[in-house]
């Protein structure tokens, strides 16, 4: 997944094998295709902005795309001028509400822009280096850009497309959905039904639910995902406050939890790929500074592939004089690529009990039994995640980081966690990995 993945031929039986394709335009679509690695031909996941061989043109418009997302992701924080600015990028990938059901099949601004882009060649060589050396293989992208690309340029193989947020926009389904050969992984029944508004046919839809890391789940008995969850009960409720009246409810979907967990209370908070938000977790940080003197919490900050933002963590706990607690009570998870960070990121949530983010496309590792606690929204698709998360009862909005320390605890000693931790592990799909992978070795 990194900037030298190469496309190249593999020694072994292609059946059951897929080109996997993502693109390194923040953590979501590639975190969406970590788990599907084992699938990939030739062992490598494709980064559609970011191969051997890529022409000058793809390259360009692609850094494009990028550069303006993570220039308005910042530019959002400065006041008036930035907030306008925000507000007319996020226009441009706009969900309309669910209801009335209308037919939605209108193609947007946004798709007919992008499909203009891809008729004038974007991505035709792209398609063009994996149809020259395995074109019969399915396509398999997190992204709809490269499910564009594919068909536009008339890619050979099946065509899927893994979507990674709760809702999504017009600009994720075709042109011609009726005509349109690509077919639809939905994590949610939101998406199942969105797509049909669009137009996309039922046949090219399977609702499999989001991959999660297979590492966090185990086999198809969810071994790991319940034994974590067990430890991760006993931490979310101390005094017992669900737990006890709850207890055959929890019996009959874990089996008997044990009697201590088998590692400290501790709280995840993640940023963004465009780096937002990390003076969110400093504020947290210094609320919970006395916690973490106390022992009585473990904080680990999620600081993924960006060096200034582990340097801005660190920097600060330096500064608050908490330096002796690293590697005990805190940690900040950094790495210089993305599968290394999305290892070091998925052996660390083993023993995460609460997850603090902004409801990107981590919403989904709610199915893991971690109650997400709702940062502040950046887009459309993440006021739909969080509106989805809360339907299911697994989201909890925070509340003012600086008094953290009070209402966090507070919420754990009421059993508000280990009922969110539990709801997600019921409500949300969990074995997305192994159903896509399912659908695919029948290819």
Known sequence: M??????????????????????????????????????????????????????????????????????????????????????????????????????????????????????????????????????KLPFV???????????????????????????????????????????????????????????????????????????????QSMDILKEDLRHRMVNLDPEKKFLKPYHALVKDYLGDLPKRADHPLTLMFCVGGAGAQKELGIRLLNSLSKKIRERKIRIIFSAGIKKNVNDYFLKNIEKMDLNKYLGSSLEVIFSENTESYFEKFNQSLRKTDILWTKPSELSFYCALGIPIMVAPTIGYQEEFNKRWLLRIGTGIIQENPDFADEWLFDFLNGGRFAESALEGFINAEKLGTLKIKNIISKI
């Open 2 to 135: 990194d900037s030298n993945n190469e496309i190249k031929k593999a020694e072994f039986k292609s059946k059951g094998k897929a080109w996997i394709v993502s693109v390194s335009m923040g953590y979501g679509h590639q975190r969406t295709a970590y788990p599907l690695r084992n699938l990939a031909f030739g062992g490598k996941i494709i980064n559609a902005n970011d191969y051997e061989g890529i022409s000058d043109y793809d390259k360009k418009t692609w850094e494009n795309k990028q550069g303006g997302y993570e220039f308005i992701s910042q530019f959002k924080r400065i006041p008036y001028i930035g907030e306008l600015a925000f507000y007319i990028f996020n226009e441009y990938q706009k969900i309309r509400g669910f209801y009335p059901k209308t037919d939605l099949s209108k193609p947007n601004f946004p798709l007919k822009h992008e499909l203009d882009l891809i008729r004038k060649g974007f991505g035709r060589n792209f398609i063009a280096t994996l149809k020259g050396r395995q074109g």
């Open 141 to 219: 992208t997190t992204f709809f850009i490269p499910a564009f690309m594919a068909e536009t340029h008339k890619y050979p193989g099946e065509i899927f497309c893994v979507i990674c947020d709760a809702d999504i926009s017009r600009t994720w389904a075709p042109l011609e959905p009726k005509k349109s050969r690509i077919k639809y992984f939905a994590p949610t029944s939101w998406v199942v039904e969105r797509l049909k508004l669009y137009g996309v046919p039922e046949r090219n839809i399977f609702f499999t639910g989001y991959p999660l890391p297979l590492e966090n789940i185990g086999n």
